[in-house]
Each structure stands twice: as C-alpha cells, then as structure tokens.
C-alpha cells in the first residue's frame, strides 16, 4: 500500500495544479489553444517543468495512456496485442537531447538490444531514432557512427530504421546523415521524415521524390518560429495534402517512394484515402501510422477498411518531452491529466 503523503505535500501539490489550471483557464479565453499549445511546447524543453512534472506521483499512470511501458518486454507485449489487431509497429526508445557522450552510448546500445530481441521474439516492428538522442547535437560524428552500427544490425535481421525529424535546426543535418547512410555507406533500409509545417518541406519532398524515399509524412510537432512554420493550422493542413500526393504520385511510386501517412486528422485521412482510390493506387504501396494511444479506434477501423495501418510505440523511462508535445497536440489531454490529479 502507498504510504500517507503529508498533508503540506498534498495541499502545496493541489495549489500548485490549481494554479496551473487558471492559468489554463486564463490562455485559453483570450487566445485559445495557440497560447495554450505554445506554452505547453515550451514546457516541453524546459528542465525545472521536467523535474516538476516526472516527480508527480500521478505522472506515471497518465503517461500510460501515451507510452507502453518502461522496458522492451512491455513494449514487445504491446507490439504483439498490435500485430493481432492485424497493425504493423513502429518501436521508439525515448529519448533525446542527450548531455553526454555516455548518455548517447546507452542509448545506441538499448536500439541494438531492442533490434536483437524485436528478431527473436517474431514481432513486427521496425524502429525509429533521434538523431540527438544518439548524441548528434555534440558530436556529429558519434551520433553517425552509432547510427550506421544500428542500420548494419537492422540489415542482419532485414529490419529498417526511420530517423525521426526533430526540431528545425537539425532538419540540414539529419537529411545530410540519410545521405550519407544511404549513398555513401550504401543501406537502403533508412528512411526519414517530413514535416508539412515547415516551408522548405516541398523542396525536400521533390528531392527525396526523385531519390525514391521511404518517407513518413507528418504534421510537425516542435515549437517553430513563423519565418521557417505556417503559424496557421489551415496552411499546414494544405500543405500536408499537396506533399502526401507529391509522395503517392505514379513517378513517387515508380521511383521506389513508400509513403506512411502519419496523422489523426480525419481529414488528411481522407484526403489520402480518395486520392488513392482516384490514382487507383494499391493498398499495400502506402500505410496510415498513428501514435500509440491515439484514436485506437480509427486505426482499427483502417485496418477494417483494408488499409495498412503502422502504431507508433514509445517506450523507456524518458517520456517527458514527448509527453508534453502529446499534451500541447491537443491540450484536452491536459484535463485528463489535471482531472486525474484532484480525484486522488
Ligand atoms: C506515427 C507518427 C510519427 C510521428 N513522428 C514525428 C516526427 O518524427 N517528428 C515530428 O515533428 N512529429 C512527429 N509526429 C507528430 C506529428 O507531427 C503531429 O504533431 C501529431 O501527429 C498531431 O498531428 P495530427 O496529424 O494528428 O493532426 P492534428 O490536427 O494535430 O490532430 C487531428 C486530431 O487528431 C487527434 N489528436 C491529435 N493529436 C492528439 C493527441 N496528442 N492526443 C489525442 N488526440 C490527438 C485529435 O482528435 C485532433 O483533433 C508523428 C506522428 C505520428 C502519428
């Protein structure tokens, strides 16, 4: 049983929460979800709110609903409910940002592990990694090292890797890395993702076009400014739906592009879903992904449906910052966090 905590612990906790709430309450009447979102985001990187949060006793139940569990054996038990749901899996190790060079190893050697073990136990799944979690962002060349260390494994298995895309300042690098891996260290089981959000996204996408890509197309998930973002949701919605029909295009396809269209928006949904039927293109050149927790019921309706449908599953102990993006994705996650913390 969970011992008694002190009554000043529990009150300075609830007065804590309750002002986080008007605070909420104040953002949302005067500027609704973009100041919410914005706040959320910067949250999301800021230590002192990572130190605050992971200490709330609460935190872990409700991260639950986002993240499968702490260590490959969860992760593994909820890749195989997925797979008889009849949907494919995407496997993420949290983390990212490293500090240290130590940091980035463990993280390189839990993906081969994981890899080892996704092999054994028949599961599928692929994986996908931060670049800065393998340290890129303090050492260029040992985030590229471990990376080609973690395709070479995936190869052995015919397994694939997917470099998540971060955010902005790492979108040059990360691509300049898919490069390298795949033209000049010669792995084709890399593929990259692109964010409609961001403006230069179309030139990139013509580019991986031409390359024949395997390419994950998202909304965009970090704070950006509106020099290098559309600021407003509509634009990224327009975009997102011209860059998933550059990348389902017949010359995508005859160029060996295999797109993952990876959203919960119905109406990009339903977007890839009639421009697949017009261009009469097969069920299995291109599959929906989703996150882990998420819509559950749309991705098994997609997969009802006939479609291909890949979770993307997080598990580890370093779910802060992708907990916090999930909240600002859609900020009525964060009653369901803050209800949960005055029903204990
Ligand atoms: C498989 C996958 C991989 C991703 N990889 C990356 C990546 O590498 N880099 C990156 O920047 N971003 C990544 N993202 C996140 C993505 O960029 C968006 O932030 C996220 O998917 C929300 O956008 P949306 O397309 O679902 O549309 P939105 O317009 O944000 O949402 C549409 C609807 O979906 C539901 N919904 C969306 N998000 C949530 C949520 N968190 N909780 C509950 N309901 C929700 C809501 O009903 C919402 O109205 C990934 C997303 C997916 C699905």
């Given at each position: 049983m969970r011992p008694d905590r002190p009554l000043l612990y529990?009150?300075?906790?609830?007065?804590?929460?309750?002002?986080?709430?008007?605070?909420?309450l104040i953002l949302f009447y005067y500027n609704g979800e973009i100041w919410l979102r914005a706040v959320l985001l910067y949250?999301?990187?800021a230590a002192w709110a990572r130190t605050l949060v992971t200490q709330l006793p609460l935190a872990r139940s409700v991260v639950r609903r986002f993240v499968a569990g702490e260590s490959i054996?969860?992760?593994?038990s909820a890749s195989q409910v997925l797979n008889q749901q009849g949907m494919l899996v995407?496997?993420?190790?949290?983390g990212e940002s490293v500090n240290n060079r130590d940091e980035a190893f463990i993280a390189r050697d839990e993906i081969l592990r994981l890899l080892d073990r996704i092999y054994q136990s028949g599961v599928q799944a692929n994986v996908s990694v931060k670049l800065s979690q393998l340290g890129i962002k303090i050492d260029p060349d040992l985030a590229r090292e471990s990376v080609r260390q973690i395709l070479s494994r995936a190869q052995q298995y015919e397994n694939r890797i997917r470099l998540d895309m971060?955010?902005?300042?790492?979108?040059?690098?990360?691509?300049?890395?898919?490069?390298w891996l795949r033209d000049e260290a010669g792995f084709h089981n890399v593929g990259v993702v692109i964010q409609?959000?961001?403006?230069?996204?179309?030139a990139d996408v013509r580019r991986l076009v031409e390359e024949g890509a395997w390419v994950r197309l998202c909304k965009g998930a970090y704070a950006e400014p509106p020099e290098l973002a559309f600021p407003?949701?509509?634009?990224?919605?327009a975009n997102y739906v011209k860059l998933m029909e550059m990348l389902l295009s017949q010359t995508a396809r005859q160029n060996g592009v295999y797109l993952g269209v990876a959203t919960h928006d119905e109406k990009m949904i339903a977007a890839a879903k009639a421009y697949s039927q017009q261009e009469q293109i097969p069920l299995d050149q291109f599959e929906f992904q989703m996150l882990y927790g998420i819509r559950p019921e749309m991705q098994q309706a997609l997969v009802a449906e006939g479609y291909r449908v890949r979770v993307y599953v997080p598990y580890g102990t370093a779910w802060y910052p992708y907990f916090m993006r999930r909240l600002a994705e859609r900020p009525a996650n964060l009653w369901f966090f803050i209800s949960n913390f005055l029903r204990r």
């Open positions: 529990r009150v300075a906790g609830k007065a804590i929460f309750l002002l986080a709430f008007t605070l909420f949250l999301s990187a054996d969860e992760a593994l995407t496997l993420d190790y949290l971060e955010e902005s300042a790492l979108v040059d690098s990360t691509l300049g890395l898919y490069r409609a959000y961001l403006y230069r996204s179309e407003v949701k509509a634009d990224t919605d």
